[in-house]
């Protein structure tokens, strides 16, 4: 292990989030809410334990390899997960306890979006902007490493994207480097934000709402500045302006990246997983609208199917925003949305589950055991468009799969065994793991309630399913520490 | 599709199944009950059936292919499963619907055991008989299924155990003929109902509630002649019986059947399977009576653990026996159990669930997936014992898996669109695909409050279950009707 290129690297990492504790400092100023002690001194200490962190190994020069890049990346969210609750900790309006603060956090960073804080619209315009803002920074950390580090790392399955990725993407080599990729995708994420800012001002938030919910609209978060989240609005038109941009957000941003540089929109017709994902929201928003309009839930077919491709849309990129009547919708319903959060977004994108291209993968692998069973001896390859998957990708989605079952399953044991319904555990895990947000029964819309216990599990899960399972749980494996 | 040869087997089948009409009618005249017409006439329409069936055909001697496997399977527990409603539905008392009768015989068949009838303790003796023989005799026909047939049909990975069989039973070559290796399962399994019914008998059960919970023990069925079930004897004595033939029951019967013919215990002990088929049972007994215990459900230690062992075995092997003071004991207890019995017992044995050997085969697969990330180019074979699983048996076996949970999930939706709450469904589901009986919430003990189309998705369940997916659903392919 290369401690000090991880230290030093953690160090760069520190003092540049401490930047962006500036901007709600400067929220905080132009809007005099009385919190900008809070972002100034959470900027000095960040600033300073990173430049500290930085100076004592800045002469040392090691190369990091392939294995550090686990711990790497786990200590990235774990660390900022934590320097990012200091605003909170340190803010008098939200009182917050430390537990809150770092679930707070870390439900921002990883753009979960599940949140403990009753009483948003109350509450000073520099935390509001800052909550929003975690998830934006969130969702540009998850690109790079969904687009460019997970796939070196080879994390359940994601090989598939490395040297030669798949369809389209094969003859158009994606910048190289983790750096200039990076910088590539960025601009589309800018792009997609400053565009889905300037809709949701002109469908009619102010400027302020509009910058926060495009930032955790492009994100997949899911934070709102209001305790009704879109439903605040109760605009038809907000509702489909997110419907889109959640749509463009939960799509693998490699393939944004080819469509714009060859210009050609042909891109995301042939690519399967796209297909794949647009067809997933399409018929669970069909059965949705269906079940509200029979249901009587809303007596206008119309009403019943924008209502249903909101919630569709929300839940099954895992967005998570909800609009004030879903509550009320039949049980079914919920648990329909809350099952296809599992499946999540584009690998790439800033999705959460399981991800689109792995559910591909497992029912073809299903449906070939099907078929091998009645032609026990033909060779039956797994395509996924024209290219063949090895059977080392397949067995590596299992792996990703039944540890994402079995994580699950620990999770909501241990949930329950601090003594919260099963529901309610449930859904809470499921949330947080698929970095959805909002649960059921006692989770439905704040986690406020929970006993600590149960948020720092939760804190667990939301780490492990945005670090992808693999990631976080090899650390946890003597063979990682083996020289 | 050989259907005339199918059809003269199934023929053949019925005929030999209405022959399982006379022992409930010999009881029903010496308890002078009043039920005996029900099982006469039964008697008569399912032999004339079986001889129609068999007559129109039986100048065919066209041979079974592989393929037609399936489907004979298929009708097998079908077509028995509907001719066994036949008591259910001709019987005075209780007088049941033909939604209800199917259940009842279907959840018999499975070795499922979950009831609709209410007031057991009323019922004639000989309808109660009836039951607990349709359980012994399900898992006459699962032991041949599992030992015999789903290998051949390489069901699940389940080829595994085809021609050479891992570990120790490799040198011993399985009796080859699917007729002959059930006769010598089917010794075992007799010798283990006479061995468990005079356990129970001299532990202070009736003859006639002995026998009978002998059926449903070594079947591991779950059926009671009472409504508190094993409760109702209230004898630590008869707990602890249970648990030793419900262990012996759980395990896989070819491995008994080389134990003795060897006269060697130590074939158990080798045994990758059965090791940590109890190890798991012995984890979760242990964390059942910590819990019961430190909760203050029991005062005494020793009360904790013969409780905790009795209900940790009863649901881990899939039996669903119950004591009086379950319902009372916390969520959390509930809920791991309820995993747990996903798992389920060891292939080959009358136990229901995932199977212990895959569930092993998952967990190996898992960690290799592990160490792949930080040993990028190493080969780590699986190995089971002494024997390395080939990769195309990893797949079925993740294909298994994947389908499994795919089921269950499709299950659960549709059993929350009947209406029913979500943990109904979800136990629901759970204790029926894992031929576990009973569940959770509104069914804990008794099913007869669900609506018909919810008890039509818990058959197909439970079926779905005992022919371990991939048979079933075989059929639903086009694929299979292809010539
Ligand atoms: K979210
Ligand atoms: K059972």
Same mark, same amino acid.
């Given at each position: 292990?290369?401690?000090s290129?991880?230290q030093? =690297?953690? @160090?760069?990492?520190?003092?540049v ?11 905080? =100023? ?21 430049a500290?962190? %930085? ?15 686990f ?5 990235? %969210? ?13 803010a ?11 679930f707070?956090?870390i ?6 979006g ?7 619209? !109350? ?7 800052y909550r929003q803002?975690?998830? %934006?920074?969130g ?7 969904a687009?460019?580090?997970?796939p070196?790392?080879?994390i359940?399955g994601?090989?598939?994207?490395r ?5 389209? /993407? ?6 190289p480097?983790i ?7 960025w601009?589309?994420?800018? @792009?997609?934000t ?12 102010s400027l302020?709402d509009?910058?926060?919910?495009a ?26 302006? #997110? ?9 693998n941003?490699?393939?944004h ?5 060859r210009?050609?929109?042909k ?9 794949f994902?647009? #067809? ?9 609208t269906?079940v509200?309009y029979t249901?009587?839930?809303?007596s ?19 967005a998570?925003?909800?609009t004030a ?5 039949? @049980?079914?319903?919920?648990i ?7 499946i999540g ?7 959460g589950?399981i991800?689109?291209i ?12 099907i ?23 397949? !067995?590596a989605?299992?792996?990703f ?7 699950f399953?620990? /999770? ?11 529901m309610?555990?449930?859904?809470a ?15 439905g ?13 939760l ?6 399913g945005?670090? !992808? ?12 520490w083996?020289?």
């Open positions: 292990m290369q401690f290129a991880i030093r =690297i953690l @160090g760069i990492l520190l003092m989030f401490s930047v962006t504790m500036l901007p709600p400092l400067l929220v905080s =100023i132009w809007y005099d809410d009385g919190a900008y002690s809070a972002f100034l001194i959470a900027f000095i200490i960040i600033l300073m334990v990173g500290v962190s %930085w100076i004592m190994v800045s002469d040392q020069r090691r190369e990091l390899r392939l294995r550090d890049g711990m790497v990346v786990v200590m990235f %969210w774990t660390v900022l997960g934590i320097s990012g609750s200091l605003p909170f900790t340190l008098v309006d939200p009182h917050m306890s430390l537990t809150d603060a770092v707070e956090s439900s921002g960073l990883t753009t979960t599940s949140t403990v804080i009753m009483g948003l619209d !109350e509450l000073p315009p520099s935390i509001l902007f803002q975690l998830q %934006w920074l969702g540009m950390g998850i690109i790079v490493l687009v460019a580090v997970l070196m790392l080879g359940g994601m090989q598939l994207y040297a030669e990725t798949p369809g389209p /993407m094969k003859d158009s080599k994606l910048t480097r750096t200039e990729t990076a910088k590539a995708l601009y589309i994420y800018l @792009g997609l400053i565009a889905c800012t300037l809709a949701y001002w002109a469908a009619g938030m302020f509009a910058i926060g919910h930032f955790s609209t492009i994100a997949i978060g899911g934070f709102s500045t209001h305790d009704a989240s879109i439903g605040f609005f109760d605009s038809t038109l907000i509702e489909m302006i #997110a419907v889109v941009f959640l749509l463009l957000s939960g799509v941003f490699a393939l990246f080819i469509a714009i540089s210009r050609n929109p891109v995301y017709l042939v690519d399967s997983e796209f297909r994902y647009l #067809a997933v929201l399409l018929f669970v928003a069909i059965v949705v269906v509200l249901t009587g839930t809303y206008d077919l119309g009403e019943a199917f924008t209502k249903g491709l909101f919630q569709a849309v929300s839940i099954g990129t895992t998570g925003f909800t009547d879903y509550s009320l919708w039949p @049980g079914f319903v919920a329909v949305l809350l099952f296809t959060s599992f977004g584009c690998a790439g994108s800033t999705g589950g991800k689109v792995r559910f591909l993968l497992l029912i073809k692998q299903g449906l070939r055991e078929t091998r069973l009645i032609h026990p001896s033909a060779q039956i390859p797994i395509r996924v468009g024209q290219k063949t998957i090895t059977p080392r990708v397949v !067995e989605v299992w792996g799969f039944a540890l994402y079952v079995a994580s399953t620990f /999770m909501y044991l241990a949930l329950a065994l601090t003594g919260l319904d099963l309610t555990s449930f859904s895990v499921a949330a947080s793991i698929n970095n959805l947000g909002p649960g059921l029964a006692s989770v819309t704040n986690y406020a309630g929970l006993n600590d216990p149960a948020k720092w599990i804190c667990f899960a939301m780490l492990l945005r670090l !992808e399972i693999f990631t976080l749980l090899v650390l946890l494996t003597p063979a990682y083996r020289k």
